[in-house]
C-alpha cells in the first residue's frame, strides 16, 4: 500500500482529515482517524484490529472487517485513468463572432467568442464590465465549442476543454484564469474558492453561504444598498498566504423571485436582460456591484449560512464547526498542495460559524451589522 499524507485537526469532539492522495476532506470519529493513522503508517492489521476489537469490546472478526473496509475506503490504488480526448482534430477558430473588452481596475481583457453560445456561457456576469475596443490590452481570451466540446485558450496557450454537461467546470476554470490575470498569482497560491457571496464593511469581510435558493445573493444586494460593499458574488477565492478574501468582479446574480424585494432598491432591474438558464432550472438578471476596487482583499472571521424563509422568526446562531464543514466543503475548489491545506485547515479553525435564518430584511440587515461589530 503506497503511504499518503494525512492532515488531521479536531473539532467538536471530531476529527477532519485531509488525504493528500484525493485531495479529499472527510469528518471522521476520532477513533477512526486515529485507525487510518496507524493503517497509513504501516502498522499491521491484525495489530490495528486486536487493539479496536479490545477497546470497543467487540469480536476480533468484526473489527478485522472494520479495518480493512477502512484501508480499501481511504487507500485503494486508483483504477486505470479515463481517457482523455486528445484533440487531434481541433480546429482552433481564425475568426469569432463576438469580441468583447472587460476593463478590470486598469486591465484591460480581450475575450472573444465563436458564437452567441459562447457568449452566453460568460458575458451576463461580466458585461457590467464592458469598455470600448482598443489594442492595449494585457490578456487575450478565446472560447469556442468544436467537436461538442468547448475550449479555452488564454494568451494562446490551452487551458483546457469541457463537454456539454461540464459547462460549470469551464466557468469556474474562466473565472480561476481571471482572477489569477488580476491579482498576478497562480492557482496553487488559492486556499480556495468557495461557492458563497462576500461582503465588506471596509475592514474586513463577511462570507454568506447556503444551498442555491437560500437567499445568499438576495442578501448581498439588500446589504449592499445599506452601505456594505460586494466584494464577490457566487465565485470568492480566498489566498493561501495570508488567507484573505479577494475580490472578484462579476455581477450579482438576482433570481425572478427576488425582484419585488430588490426593485425599489434597484429600479435599473426593471429593464435589465433576462437570462433563463434551462439546464440550472432558473431565471435570472444581473446587478452591478458596487465595489471600485477588484483588487480588494479582506481578512474574514466569520461565515454566515444564511437562509430566507417566509414567515420565519429571525434566528441567528453559532453553529458547530463540524455542521459548518459539512456545509461548506462539497461545492468549494480547495487547493490540492498540502501546505495550503494545512492553512485552510488552521485558517477555518479560527472563524466563527453561524445560521442565520430571516424573513424581515431589515432584521437580518442588523444582525449582519451585529457581526461585523463583534456583538453576537
Known sequence: MKKTTILNKVFDDQTISWFENKNEYVVLQNTT?????????????????????????????????????LQHKFFKSKGKADIVHDHKNLKR?????????????????????????????????????TTE??????????????????????????????????????????????????????????LGVFHASAISNGQKSILFLGDSGNG?????????????????????????????????????????????????????????????FTRLNKIVRYLKPNNSDFFAHLPCNDLVFIKYQKDAVLTCQKISKINAFQQLIPDSWLSPKKENAQKFLDWFATLNCYQLTYSNNDEMIASVEKIFKNKL
Do not use: R
Open 33 to 69: 482517524a486515529n485507525i487510518l493513522k496507524d493503517i497509513n503508517q504501516g502498522k499491521p492489521i491484525h495489530e490495528i484490529a486486536k487493539t479496536l476489537s479490545k477497546k470497543l469490546e467487540i469480536p476480533i472478526e468484526k473489527s478485522m472487517d472494520f479495518v480493512k473496509e
Open 93 to 129: 477558430p481564425k475568426s469569432f463572432e463576438y469580441t468583447k473588452f472587460y476593463k478590470i481596475n486598469n486591465i484591460v481583457f480581450k475575450v472573444s467568442y465563436l458564437s452567441e453560445k459562447e457568449l452566453a456561457f460568460v458575458h451576463p456576469k461580466f458585461g457590467h464590465l
Open 133 to 190: 475596443e482598443t489594442s492595449s490590452y494585457l490578456n487575450e481570451f478565446e472560447v469556442f465549442i468544436d467537436q461538442n466540446y468547448i475550449f479555452l485558450y488564454v494568451n494562446n496557450e490551452l487551458i483546457g476543454s469541457w463537454s456539454n454537461n461540464e459547462i460549470h467546470y469551464f466557468q469556474g476554470k474562466f473565472s480561476m484564469e481571471l482572477i489569477q490575470q488580476i491579482h498576478q498569482k497562480n492557482e496553487e497560491e488559492w
Open 216 to 276: 445568499k445573493s438576495t442578501s448581498l444586494a439588500l446589504l449592499q444598498a445599506n452601505g456594505f460593499t460586494c466584494l464577490a458574488d457566487d465565485f470568492v477565492p480566498v489566498d493561501a498566504e495570508n488567507q484573505e478574501v479577494y475580490s472578484f468582479p462579476a455581477a450579482i446574480s438576482i433570481k425572478k423571485n427576488s425582484l419585488e424585494a430588490l426593485l425599489p432598491l434597484y429600479p435599473e432591474l426593471e429593464t435589465s436582460a433576462e437570462y433563463n
